[in-house]
């Protein structure tokens, strides 16, 4: 490590954004999380976390707002075997719940209780790991994966800092009861926390994509969620409203103590073309990185964040991705950068 030069090319056996940080080493600590067991539309954000991996190295580790942040440590965890075979499982076994399109047997009830095994399984994994991470006194970001990793993550937390706030950026509200059946859907996991956690705070920015009973959570709980819907916000753009005013607004919300949830999908569909479900319209990529950077300006702390729904398409090796598949890992290694230098660099 005492030879490290962040200003050369990342050398072959580094680790994420090139650097040579162990995991004992490092202050902030990525988890991967490879499962998109219940994903319903286009697949592959299970290779999410080793395709960022590899799109991580090709970035300059001096950023011009943050400095040299990555020196505090940065590692990301090797990706569970055990997690990547449940995926498979899991995954054989949705399918046959999803292509049976609502009807039901005993053959489909009996894959459909495997898969809500399978998830509490992989909660059971990603909450043990967090724990332990900030028993340590570590700051722990996860990557996913499809969105249902957060529920696990965000609980740690919240037992951790039981008056923070979840800052959700998503094309999606997430507040579907049981999607499809599955207790632990990508589509239910703010439902779940809110039904399942103490969490006192979620803010939601760049929904629009939800039916009338996810509404009907939202509303449930007018104290708990304020939801910033992607309409509204791209109307008072129009209208001339300043974006910077417009987060102002947003970050009064929080409270000092702030988790950030991210789906990929927030964000306009041209920065995440591979995406299970993208919705055109969302946030661009700077304006999202705007709130994030004023979140941390208001004086807020960042304690831990998850990083969701990045995919590089059915691709068979990560290390041969196409440069189109390559640009969704791109665009997820520099906002995983950007949260990883806010969380260390927020006090
Ligand atoms: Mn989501």
Redesign the pocket.
Known sequence: MSNFNPNAQASKDSGIFGLPYSTEEAKLVLLPIPWEATTSYGGGTSLGPQAIFHASKQIDLFDIELGNFFAAGIAMLPESRELQTWNQQARQAALTVIEAAGEHSAEINQALAEVNQYSEKVNTFIYNETKKLLSEHKYVGLVGGD?SCAYAIIQAHVEKYPDMSVLHF?A?A?MRDAYEGFEHS?AS?MYNVLERTALKKLVQVGIRDFCEEELAVMNQYPERVKTYFDFHLAEKKMQGTAWAKICEKIVANLSTQVYISF?I?GLDPRFCPHTGTPVPGGLDFNEALYLIKLVVKSGRKIIGFDL??VSPGMVEDVNNLDTASEWDANVGARLLYKLCGWTLQSK
Request: hydrophobic share 10%.
């Open positions: 969105h998503d999606h997430d990508h996991v789906d999908d969701n729904e």
